[in-house]
């Protein structure tokens, strides 16, 4: 059941918006919506350490192409529901939360796009729950069978990837990056993107997200929680996938994308040579073109050629 709704106010863009909490899969997950109500569905899953806010550029327009919009805080961050534990935090789990909230929404079918760990959650759904999913858009994120066999071949990637081994000890993560008013966790924004992404008052908002009461440990349990995750014998993904990379990803190399296509069924690829780990907001204009031509009611446009060169 959805508690009572809020506008909301979406930089940039003069449409209406609103934010309500609905309790799905034994968790209060918070969102923000936008576009008719009777419109496709499109969910847009955020990554770490972000939160809705981190769509703020792509509600808007894709509401304005003709879809509802639906940016949920998943569990663990923001204002939505914090449980304990990490078992919480299975990659399962949280590709139920959102399976459970398109149902409490009245979609049968729904569009997805997810961005960093969002991305992996992305395609957790589409592999577990293909008859749920009509098109996925993947942003800077690998296909969650992908990554661990891709280290074993690649040390540079290793090296890249070490900021997830660190949030596997218990407490020190924690302790490290509340330090100084999560000063390393504003710094890591700010180094991982091109000038001027995140504003000050950006920053401020991410800072009081992660402030929230059990937010920070529930975060680093996704990580915590994804070791665990046992291997599927069947990784492929049947579903008209789009995978947006940009180049510039400081944390993750282009091979991944070009192996987790390989287990695509009908995938594309579109690279943004300039654009770093957060091309969607560095790049919006193009980026949500491109969700646009892969999530719009009528039917996915052709491969068009990678921008930015």
């Not at 109500?37 to 847009?44: C, G, Q, W």
């Not at 749920?132 to 990554?147: C, M, S």
Request: hydrophobic share 45%; proline share 6%; net charge neutral.
């Amino acid at each position: 059941m959805a508690q009572a709704t809020q506008k909301l106010n979406i930089p940039g863009w003069s449409g209406s918006a609103s934010t309500s909490q609905r309790k799905v899969n034994g968790v209060l997950l918070h969102y923000v919506e936008a576009g008719a109500a009777d419109a496709p569905l499109v969910i847009l899953l955020h990554g770490f350490p972000d939160f809705w806010w981190g769509w703020r550029l792509q509600i808007g327009p894709l509401a304005d192409a003709g879809l509802r919009v639906v940016a949920p805080d998943q569990r663990g961050y923001n204002l939505s529901g914090k449980p304990l534990g990490v078992r919480a935090y299975d990659l399962d789990i949280l590709a139920a939360d959102i399976v459970a909230l398109a149902d409490s929404l009245g979609a049968s079918r729904f569009r997805l796009v997810g961005h960093d760990f969002g991305g992996i959650v992305a395609w957790q759904i589409a592999m577990r729950h293909p008859e749920r999913v009509e098109r996925l858009v993947v942003i800077n994120a690998p296909h969650p069978d992908v990554f661990g066999s891709y280290l074993l071949r690649h040390p540079t990637q290793v090296m890249r990837s070490l900021y997830a081994g660190f949030f596997q000890l218990p407490l020190m993560p924690e302790a490290t990056l509340s330090a100084g008013n999560y000063a390393l966790l504003r710094q890591s924004l700010v180094a991982s993107s091109q000038k001027n992404v995140f504003s000050s008052a950006d920053l401020d908002r991410y800072e009081r997200a992660w402030a929230e009461p059990g937010a920070l440990t529930a975060m680093l349990n996704w990580y915590r929680a994804l070791p665990r995750r046992p291997g599927r014998r069947d990784a492929r993904v049947s579903v008209p996938t789009t995978v947006i990379w940009g180049l510039r990803d400081r944390f993750l190399e282009k091979g991944l994308a070009d192996e987790s296509l390989a287990r695509c069924d009908d995938g594309q690829f579109i690279g943004f040579d300039r654009a770093s780990h957060w091309v969607h907001l560095e790049e919006a204009a193009a980026v949500n073109a491109a969700l646009a031509a892969s999530l719009k009611p009528e039917a996915r446009q052709p491969s068009a050629p990678s921008p930015g060169v």
